[in-house]
């Protein structure tokens, strides 16, 4: 079905009535690719924790393919919504294949279909190019890393929508292209929801269907990137001066500093750096 809505929803941390959500209407029908931006501390991933119930707002309702989600079981809309997080507090050493295989779960109740299993994890390793890392443990890796096996997680998972929490924060930019390609390839192809959060407008501009901008813990903007990502709300939202191109029938964001001039950049004398180079031949590993 791949409809999710949230009608004035409201969500506050603590008893003192602050609201760090207010006011929340958003309707998403249908597989796409949608991007939520904002400046930090607007509550996008308090947002995102809304949707999936890992918090229960306190006012107002969320649907997910016309249920209300207080009364689906966390396992149940597992199996409807997957979730990948910023970074994971996980730190006990399991091996990547283990960890990416509890990506499984919501999926077997009654028994453990391991070949099934494997084939889907096996799927995804290469999909994310960390075949070489299946058997590390997971808490030695790099961020970039550790980053795309909580995507494999979450694309094991196989869900109808899945909720990403900055997936690209730590990638090199050949990686943030590859998983955000994937990501893209996901709605058209495997016909997901797939809502991200990025602090990137270049990359949401670029590959978005949709995007939704926040500003003080409520929806400022929303629409395609070119009507959301444009010099006025990101003046108006993040206080930054920038120009906006369009490259590609997209937004390109190149962001100003008028204040800060070359004369603000003068060091005193003395400043060097100096390296030997040394090249090898090949690609990084
Ligand atoms: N567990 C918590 N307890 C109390 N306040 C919290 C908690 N988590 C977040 N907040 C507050 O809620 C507000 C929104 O936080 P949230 O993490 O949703 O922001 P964000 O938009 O994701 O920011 P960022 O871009 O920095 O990740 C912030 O003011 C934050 O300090
Ligand atoms: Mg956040």
């Known amino acids: 079905m791949y409809h999710l809505s949230m009608e004035n929803v409201e969500f506050a941390y603590g008893k003192n009535g602050i609201l760090t959500l207010n006011n929340i209407n958003i309707d998403i029908r249908n597989p796409q690719l949608i991007s939520i931006i904002g400046p930090n501390g607007v509550g996008k991933s308090t947002l995102i924790h809304c949707m999936n119930k890992i918090l229960e707002p306190t006012g107002g309702t969320v649907m997910v393919d016309e ?25 006990f050493p399991l091996t990547v294949v283990d960890t990416i295989l509890m990506g499984r779960n919501p999926h077997n109740k009654f028994r453990n279909n391991i070949k099934e299993d494997m084939a889907i994890v096996k799927e995804v390793l290469e999909l994310m190019d960390i075949v070489p890392l299946a058997l590390r443990p997971f808490n030695e890796l790099s961020a970039g890393q550790h980053q795309r096996v909580m995507l494999a997680r979450g694309l094991a998972q196989e869900p109808e929508i899945l909720l990403l929490d900055e997936p690209t924060a730590n990638l090199d930019i050949k990686h943030q292209l590859d998983v955000i390609r994937i990501l893209k390839k996901l709605a058209v192809e495997k016909h997901i929801v797939v809502i991200m959060i990025s602090h990137d407008l270049n990359l949401a501009a670029k590959y978005s269907d949709n995007v939704i901008m926040m500003a003080h813990g409520t929806v400022f903007a929303v629409g395609k990137p070119a009507d959301v990502i444009t010099k006025e709300n990101i003046k108006e939202v993040y206080d930054v001066d920038s120009e906006v191109v369009m490259h590609g029938g997209r937004p390109l964001t190149i962001l100003l500093d008028n204040e800060f001039t070359e004369e603000d950049a003068k060091l005193p004398e003395g400043a060097s750096l100096e390296a030997k180079i040394f090249r090898k031949t090949g690609t990084a590993e």
């Open 67 to 91: 249920s209300d989600v207080k009364n689906i079981k966390v396992k149940e809309l597992a199996k409807k919504i997957g979730y990948v997080p910023y970074t994971s507090g996980d730190t």
